[in-house]
């Protein structure tokens, strides 16, 4: 039996563990404008750069998640923190782009090693309910923070040191975090495991890569192009094969049956359309931010604090309230108060004052994310058999990376089809003279390039031309956003009332929720 005091170490170490992947797939987004001048890369380099990650992260989850299991999670997430570590120490030493984009993808494998652990060990460790739900909403709040504080850290790193310091950091806080992970954090797996699921492993693995490539790759090739037409089908068949497969082997990488509980399958899809709509949110203000005020990193972290806070508010909260209340209302709840926040967002102009709509909007998207997220968790979890607790996990974790990918994806090709459909014309008519072709093609693709084309010396005959511009970009994003951010909207209310009419509102035990397993019949 764990004291009290090792329990509270072990919570910390576990969350900075999570706390070190989660940052990793959002720092780097503040380097790419400097990247993108040391390394000559492109618009579609930079985008690898981030989404090399999240494609590695999101296909091995479910995998490692087993292999903790299997074999321990304490041991796993040890492989994964020295792996990330190494890989860091690669991209810092980078000096081109295929380096860095290999670094990344292999930092993503060894991230998904981590993350699975995280929340399978928590669930071991914390056995009394009440204190296992504030653990969790501990957890929650570590990666709504972690996502929000990435432009802060990368923005103060960037205004001292080189882009190389966001893959440095990484190595000296793996060190740290391994240590306390060994010194007190127990190790936990299975006690029951039958013979491994290869066969299981490898259909998960292609058919998440090829669905998350898919939909990464959509807005660069037409979302109804032969390509992706080729990956969702190729994807479909495969995750198909998964669950034939897993319903039928005596020893499932997964247990399909889980998805029979509503208390897992209704949480997990309130996870994915709640970090949909914040990875969709999260693009807005970094265009917003960086695009439209023309913010410096370091301000632009500093602006996105208040979503950051209200996340690490939130969470807690929120969890404790649905040992209350219960986990529907809570959720219907949060979906709302998301809803909220978007609309708001999506109602942001040029002019739209900082103080005021875009502080409530990111308080009310942070509030929303947080009061769906511990108590979303917490339910999966709870429905999760200590044996497959790390199985679980990936699946409330691979969830959110979905979602996510889904969020940029959808609201950047809707941006970015409006945008270039305003910006285009004008850029066109601009004489190659006072434009070269490489940067109206950047023009036509972001409102990130108005700081480039603003400390341009243009001859005073397209210095009106220039200022009207630079307005039609910032107008044309935030318009485009406006239309995406209905279909955000959308999503969290459609949620919300399919969570309200098929989730059970009463709060129910554990055991009840453990029992349904077992009986394989739908609570």
Same mark, same amino acid.
């Given at each position: ?11 910390? =170490? ?25 390394? =000559? ?17 999101? *296909?091995? @989850? ?6 903790? /299991? ?12 020295? *792996? ?12 081109? !782009? ?6 990344? %993808?292999?930092?993503?494998? #060894?991230?998904? %090693?981590? &993350? ?11 056995? /009394? ?31 001292? #040191? ?10 000296? %806080? ?5 240590? *306390? ?51 969702? @089908? ?9 669950? #034939?497969?897993?319903?039928?082997? /005596? ?55 208040? &979503? ?29 108060? !998301? ?27 942070? @509030? ?20 497959? %607790? ?6 409330? /974790? ?43 093609? =950047? ?81």
């Amino acid at each position: 039996m764990m004291t009290k005091s090792r329990l509270f170490a072990a919570l910390i =170490f576990i969350c900075l563990a999570e706390l070190l992947v989660v940052l990793d797939n959002t720092v780097v987004n503040v380097a790419l404008p400097t990247m993108s001048v040391d390394l =000559f890369a492109s618009v579609s380099d930079l985008q690898w750069i981030v989404d090399a990650y999240t494609l590695t992260f999101a *296909g091995f @989850l479910l995998t490692f998640g087993h292999l903790g /299991d299997r074999f321990g999670r304490r041991r796993v997430m040890i492989i994964g923190l020295i *792996g990330v570590g190494a890989m860091s120490l690669v991209g810092a030493l980078a000096s081109n !782009l295929e380096q860095v984009i290999m670094a990344r %993808a292999a930092m993503g494998v #060894f991230a998904a %090693a981590v &993350f699975p652990a995280t929340l399978a060990m928590i669930t071991n460790i914390f056995t /009394d309910a009440r204190e296992r739900a504030i653990a969790i909403a501990a957890w929650t709040a570590m990666a709504g923070f972690a996502i929000a504080i990435g432009p802060t850290a990368g923005g103060w790193l960037l205004e001292h #040191f080189s882009w190389h310091s966001v893959f440095w950091m990484n190595v000296p %806080a793996a060190l740290l975090v391994i240590v *306390g992970v060994l010194l007190v954090v127990p190790e936990s797996k299975a006690l029951h495991v039958g013979r491994f699921d290869f066969v299981g492993t490898i259909l998960s693995l292609l058919g998440i890569v090829i669905l998350v490539w898919t939909i990464i790759d959509a807005p660069h090739r037409g979302w109804v192009s032969t390509f992706s037409i080729t990956g969702y @089908l190729s994807a479909t068949v495969l995750l198909g094969a998964f669950v #034939f497969w897993e319903l039928r082997t /005596d020893a499932p990488i997964l247990n399909m049956n889980l998805f029979r509980i509503r208390r897992f399958s209704f949480p997990a899809l309130a996870i994915a359309v709640s970090y949909f709509s914040m990875f969709g949110f999260l693009f807005l203000i970094t265009q917003y931010f960086q695009g439209v005020r023309e913010y410096s990193p370091l301000e632009f972290g500093i602006h996105s604090l208040p &979503f950051a806070a209200a996340v690490a508010v939130g969470a807690p909260v929120a969890t404790l309230a649905a040992q209350k209340l219960g986990t529907t209302a809570v959720m219907v709840f949060g979906l709302l108060v !998301l809803s909220g926040g978007m609309f708001l967002a999506g109602r942001t102009t040029v002019e739209t004052p900082y103080l005021g709509p875009v502080v409530i909007s990111m308080v009310l998207m942070g @509030l929303g994310l947080a009061i769906v997220q511990g108590p979303a968790t917490d339910s999966i979890m709870s429905s999760v058999p200590l044996d497959e %607790a790390g199985a679980g996990s990936a699946v409330n /974790d691979t969830t959110r990376e979905l979602g996510g990918t889904l969020g940029v994806a959808v609201i950047g090709s809707i941006v970015a089809s409006y945008y270039t459909s305003k910006v285009a014309p004008i850029v066109d008519a601009i004489p190659d003279a006072v434009m070269s072709a490489q940067e109206k093609g =950047f023009a036509r693709e972001s409102v990130l390039s108005v700081i480039e084309i603003r400390s341009r010396d243009i001859s005073p005959l397209f210095e009106q031309q220039k200022d009207s511009l630079i307005y039609t970009m910032k107008t044309a994003c935030l318009e485009g956003f406006a239309i995406a951010s209905y279909f955000t909207v959308g999503a969290a209310l459609i949620t919300a009332l399919l969570v309200a009419l098929l989730l059970p509102w009463k709060p129910v035990t554990e055991g009840s929720i453990l029992g349904s397993l077992t009986t394989k019949t739908p609570k």
